[in-house]
């Protein structure tokens, strides 16, 4: 067979009688003649210039070698540092379809996961979904034997979850907007606005509040943003989360970590229990609302702030996506309560209420609530069989634990309007939860 070799301007060729030919280059001749030069046989060539010819194959085939074995030495190390069961992908190959050296190459790359300290720009992305918001509300305190009332601001942290029917509709914990007098919330630009409780599930302790878009400018409207909800039923443990909130009503502020737990059941303050995901993620007072995200920026649950325990540190929970989901869905079907009934059409349950405390409940085990003192004739509640001694805990699925929080809840409702109701009552000797759907009635002239 012959070899032709090209180096720089000349042409080797292996002849038939074992020697090699040198062609100078130019224009085609006849017989075996490259340009004017003849053919030369035996060896004859320019010694200088096949010299560089071979100390330039042995350079390549040196390089080649060392290559090579540094090729091989990070695919070993790779091998042994990365277990292949918990590798994802990250890079993807064009394999040749039909070709099974390729595909069998194709299946021994090994991939790797590789998560970059900066997540500037999943913040970025996402921060124009999240708000702050404030919530006012009247506290009552007694100081020897007075009561006393003081207008209280308390911060938390919402994410837009939906635009619809005139609404933006903001998801955040029903502990942050609960006993509301009023809700202001602080969009990404700084511009505030007034929003109103849409629903609540005190339960999960989730809530929905509604922002009327016409109350926002153009400008707000095009820096805002709706968030996406990721798949919290498939994370994994060790897998990296972002939280984002308003961190003691100092603004928005971001924190990073990582899964620390799955399914964590955790008791609140108030005596509940949930199921959180566990992260060390840092969440303190003002996160609550808030959200912690993937790091491809996917909401996978609903910080909680309220969740605290003296002495433990790097410990923050928060409420699954995947659980909230169909509870924020139904929240966000509800009809808005944006103005209180005027006090003549106002609704009119008709019992007579008495707050069940905590001490009340550890001393007599009676259910923290709304205790029915009594129960008047020809009225709503005898209609749907409220009795005496039963305990009205939630209102249209808020909770309600006083008399007060009752009576400002149903300054909302007209008569006429039909609510759920959630009682605790006593069967064989112990509460059992009655839920029943109430038409309210008009007051009567006596009261009014």
């Known amino acids: ?82 277990p292949a069961g918990n590798q994802e992908a990250i890079t993807s190959q064009t394999q040749q379809e039909g070709n099974p050296a390729e595909e069998a190459r194709m299946d021994n790359i090994n991939y790797v996961t590789y998560v970059s300290d900066d997540i500037s720009g999943v913040v970025e992305n996402v921060m ?20 006393y009332e003081e207008s209280r601001p308390s911060a938390g942290s919402g994410i837009i979850v939906e635009e619809k029917d005139g609404e933006l509709l903001i998801v955040s914990n029903n502990h942050v907007v609960a006993n509301a007098d009023s809700l202001e919330v602080t969009f990404i630009d700084g511009t505030t606005a007034a929003a109103n409780i849409k ?65 964590r059941e955790v008791t609140n303050e108030d005596g509940t229990t949930g199921t959180y995901i566990q992260t060390n993620a840092a969440i303190n007072g003002g996160n609550s609302g808030g959200a912690l995200l993937t790091i491809t920026g996917e909401v996978i649950g609903i910080n909680s702030g309220k969740i605290k ?36 059409e106002r609704g009119y349950l008709g019992i007579s209420p008495q707050t069940v405390d905590g001490t009340t ?16 004739e020809d009225t709503a509640a005898e209609q749907v069989g409220i009795r005496k001694g039963d305990v009205l805990v939630k209102l249209d699925g808020q909770k309600v634990s006083s008399s007060e929080e009752l009576m400002k809840a149903l300054e909302y409702y007209k008569a006429g309007e039909t609510v759920s109701i959630t009682l605790k009552r006593v069967e064989n000797g112990e509460y059992v939860d009655v839920e029943l759907e109430v038409t309210l009635g008009n007051r009567p002239e006596e009261d009014q």
Do not use: C, H, W
């Open 361 to 376: 409940e550890q001393m007599f085990g009676i259910p923290q609530g709304v205790y029915v003192a009594k129960v008047f």
């Open 128 to 147: 124009p979904a999240m708000v702050s918001i404030v919530n006012t509300s009247t506290r009552t305190t007694s100081f020897f034997g007075y009561t």
């Open 309 to 344: 325990a003296t002495g433990v540190e790097g410990m923050g929970y928060a409420i699954p996506i995947s659980s909230a989901s169909p509870i924020i869905a139904d929240l966000m079907e509800r009809q808005t309560r944006t103005e209180k009934a005027a006090e003549e």
């Open 199 to 263: 629903g609540q599930d005190s339960d999960m302790d989730l809530a929905v509040i509604a922002v009327s878009l016409e109350s926002l400018t153009e400008d707000t409207r095009k820096a805002i943003n709706v968030a996406t909800l990721g798949d919290s039923d498939s994370l994994k443990l060790g897998q990296p989360v972002i939280a984002i909130g308003n961190a003691l009503g100092n603004g928005q502020s971001v924190t990073n970590g990582i899964v620390s737990a799955l399914d």
């Open 1 to 82: 067979r012959e070899v032709v070799i090209m180096y720089e301007n000349e042409i080797y060729s292996n002849s038939e009688n074992g020697g090699y030919t040198s062609y100078q280059t130019g224009s085609y001749g006849t017989g075996n003649s490259y340009g004017t030069d003849q053919n030369v046989k035996g060896g004859k060539k320019k010694k200088g210039t096949f010299r560089k010819f071979i100390v330039s194959m042995g350079l390549g085939i040196t390089f080649g070698v060392f290559a090579g074995a540094g090729f091989y030495a990070v695919r070993l190390g790779a091998d042994k540092l990365l």
